[in-house]
């Protein structure tokens, strides 16, 4: 049936997702929340968070590119914010990466912090295409389907 | 805890607040107004979502000095305040400084930032508790315990400052065989009053609450006006070189101690400090400056003062209480101290509220300077007596005895040997409470007495309405301005003392039987329990007896309060007193003094939410009188406490606008009424389910 099919392929891409370390338990969280009141609740707030986290992106990409010297205090900051972000939805893999950039930017080490926000980046492309096809599944699979640990 | 009355589980505000179909009224900590201050749009979607999943009452905000501006505005409205550390337009510290110096909310700090040392500079800076992120909706559900932790905290300072022996307290509580009256610690008992579906962490809140229960300084309440003394005073010596002592002298404040000035000179030279780093200037500056009346508090409330109009400081006469507009719910009677809960609502708008405070804690200085002659060797409660005179008026609770000054909280304490002492502030309070309306009642009508009542009552519970604190502020005043007069103009004080001595010598036994535990036990549920009053109006019942009848004439004198505390009451979402009853059922080996007391703390404490209205006070006071000649006639003590029970569960019944017969009767018939009756009765309607 294509109904559960589509169930199950739903269930695999998400236990993926968990396994493969991109989305934590805060995840569940997030689905905890979502109810009759808000029933798409947790892709509001993943678009949200890859709205707002884009928008960083780009800031710290730009003060990254600026002249030296490089004001690695306000590129913690940002860093931070979208560390704060990341983890308040669950992306586990973004929010480590952010703190591995953090470290470098405590160390002042320019080039580490390239490389690294270019990780950082790089997750959080990842993670969006993986969550924008999981929301579009979970759309065709109906509203009915929430998604639950039961997935697993 | 006043504030607290709009978490009460009122089933149909419940149902209106949240949109409930009108079942099953709303667990405990629902309602409880949180303020989140995160500039990060996805967490703050998140944490309000997690919020509102608890029933809370959230109101969102990015930004930090929206934030202040909403705080500023709706001085009183908040019970706690949820921010981010790290934020654009603010440091989560600052906002958490001023927070503790403006309105003295409980703050919780939030941050993905673990570190050892921001954490603890978040708790440092005042925070209540510092959660990490992410957030999970159990970290969350819990925050509720901060504000009842903090407002005890409060509580017992006020308790506290009559120096109250901590040791004593937890002497009484240990002694106290009564579950039941022994509060500190005492987890049982409460579970006995609350009975079944008690929330486990709220029990280990106050248990661990009691626990905490350390300060005995007394409670200050820093007015603007003495503020502004002490600042006068400090600009004068010269910041640096000013020195308590010196500050002392020319602040010339009765009352104030080098103490007081010490630790508030230590918390002023430290806001200097802050103020004058760059990023604080011109905001601290700014809000400092314009704001004398701001709340001094440290951030750390627990020593914090109140800004309460220090008592002490004034010498208005009586009557200038007089124009305080008797709308104000008193919460806390003690218009003194009252602001322990809301200072910042106090401090700005009320200055009457301090002039109130003030003439009160004149009053009730004369009260205690006069000679107790018949004071047992109630050495105990001679911090009451103390507190009376000092700073502590500002307690909303401590204030109640206080204001008897040394004379009532003799009696308070019971010249025996109970050491009357209470080790919960809420439980002290109610403990002193109860005995001077015990006392009270067995005075039989002594206007004094009754405005004491008020006294007392009025302390108790600041119903948590949405008004400003300033408003409750103003109503205590208001009240102790009544108290104040109806004190020094009918009867020299010493009169009342004396008529309450003379009964008190012969329900001494009963009081003084009363362990501080036992009165405390129904603080523990302070923060519930206690403002239960609000909503039921003032409980008018008239337990029956000659006294009755005087004292519903001095109920009426002061009517103008039951308006007030009803129309608070129903604003206000009490939290139900009931629990603080609960220990009287359980502490029926307690003996009925303790009941009795008991019973009188718990309606006090209800009634002392907004209702301290003179009905209340009636009803207490013939509850107590009950209770006396119950006890008296009766050796069963199971009987007493039933009538406790019955009593205060009355009262919570009771709206305000039974008349005063009514109440009479329908005490009477809760008096003799069935436990279960009475009980039941008070169950449904005050059941905080938690």
Known sequence: MECSSLHRQLAIIKKNLFDQGFLDEQFYQLEELQDDASPNFVEEVVTLFFRDSSRLLTNIEQALREKHPQDFHRLDVLMYQLKDSASSIGAAKVKNECTVFRELCDKENLEGCLRSFQKVKKEHAILRQKLENYFQLQRQVGPVEKATRSGN | ?690
């Open chain 2, 1 to 690: 805890m006043l504030e607290f009355a709009h978490l009460k589980t009122d089933p149909s505000r419940a149902a209106s607040t949240l949109g409930n179909s009108g079942g099953q009224p709303p667990e405990f900590p629902a309602g409880l107004r949180v303020l989140l201050v995160d500039d990060d749009a996805t967490c703050l979607k998140i944490l309000a979502k997690m919020l509102r999943k608890c029933l809370y009452d959230v109101t969102t905000c990015s930004q930090a000095a929206v934030a202040l501006s909403i705080l500023r505005q709706k001085k009183g409205w908040f019970d706690l305040v949820l921010s981010d550390v790290y934020m654009p337009d603010m440091d989560g510290f600052k906002l958490l400084e001023h927070i503790g110096l403006e309105m003295d909310l409980p703050v919780i700090m939030m941050s993905s930032d673990d570190h050892k040392d921001v954490v603890m500079k978040g708790i440092t800076h005042g925070a209540c508790d510092y959660i990490i992120k992410p957030v999970r909706m159990e970290s969350l559900r819990n925050i509720w315990q901060h504000v009842v932790r903090k407002k005890r905290n409060e509580l017992k300072e006020l308790e506290n400052s009559g120096s109250l022996e901590e040791s004593d307290r937890r002497k009484a509580a240990d002694e106290g065989d009564n579950a039941s009256s022994a509060s500190v610690g005492n987890g049982k008992s409460e579970k006995r009053q609350r009975g079944e579906g008690k929330d486990e962490d709220e029990e280990d809140v106050l248990d661990e609450h009691e626990d905490h229960s350390h300060t005995k300084k007394p409670r200050v309440v820093w007015s603007a006006d003495l503020h502004q003394k002490f600042l006068t005073a400090v600009n004068q010596l010269g910041v640096d070189k000013a020195v308590p002592k010196k500050i002392l002298e020319m602040m010339n404040v009765h009352g104030l101690t080098r103490e007081n000035v010490a630790s508030h000179l230590q918390k002023y030279r430290l806001y200097l400090r802050r103020v004058s780093t760059p990023q604080n200037q011109g905001f601290f500056d700014a809000h400092y400056t314009s704001s004398h009346e701001a709340t001094y508090n440290s951030v750390g409330s627990n020593d914090g003062f109140n800004l309460h109009g220090l008592s002490v400081s004034s010498q208005h006469p009586p009557q200038s209480l007089a124009p305080i507009h008797s709308e104000q719910r008193i919460a806390t009677s003690t218009g003194m101290g009252i602001l322990a809960v809301d200072q910042l609502g106090f401090i700005n708008s009320r200055i009457q509220v301090t002039g109130a405070s003030n003439i009160i804690s004149s009053s009730l200085q004369q009260m205690n300077n006069k000679p107790m002659s018949n004071l047992r060797g109630c050495s105990k409660n001679i911090e009451l007596g103390q507190l009376g005179q000092s700073h502590q008026v500002a307690q909303p609770y401590g204030g109640i005895n206080l204001q008897f000054g040394e004379g009532t909280s003799n009696f308070l304490t019971l010249p025996s040997s109970a050491p009357t002492s209470f080790s919960l502030p809420g439980g002290t309070i109610s403990g002193q409470l109860s005995k001077s309306l015990s006392m009270h009642m067995t005075e039989h009508s002594h206007e004094e007495q009754f405005s004491m009542f008020q006294q007392s009552t009025l302390d108790i519970t600041l119903p948590g309405q949405p008004q400003p604190r300033g408003q409750l502020l103003d109503e205590v005043a208001s009240h102790n301005s009544r108290l104040a007069s109806t004190l020094t103009e009918p009867a020299p004080p010493d009169d009342i003392a004396n008529c309450i001595w003379g009964r008190l010598g012969t329900d001494a036994n009963m009081l003084t039987s009363l362990p501080a535990k036992y009165m405390d036990a129904p603080y523990n549920r302070f923060p519930r329990s206690l403002y239960v009053g609000g909503q039921d109006g003032v409980v008018n019942r008239s337990a029956g007896g000659s006294c009755f009848d005087s004292f519903i004439s001095t109920c009426n004198l002061k009517g103008t309060n039951n308006h007030v505390s009803d129309e608070h009451q129903s604003r206000s979402r009490n939290w139900k007193l009931q629990k603080v009853n609960l220990p009287y059922q359980s502490g029926q080996e307690v003996g009925l003094e303790q009941s009795t007391i008991d019973g009188h703390s718990s309606l006090m404490g209800h009634q002392g939410a907004t209702n301290i209205s003179a009905g209340t006070v009636t009803e207490e006071i013939l509850l107590m009188k009950n209770k006396i000649d119950n006890e008296r006639g009766s050796s069963s003590q199971h009987q007493r406490t039933n009538l406790v029970e019955n009593s205060i569960r009355v009262n919570y019944e009771v709206s305000s606008d039974i008349s005063y017969q009514n109440l009479h009767d329908e005490l009477m018939k809760v008096v003799q009424g069935q436990k279960q009756d009475g009980f039941g009765r008070a169950d449904a309607d005050f059941n905080i389910q938690v």
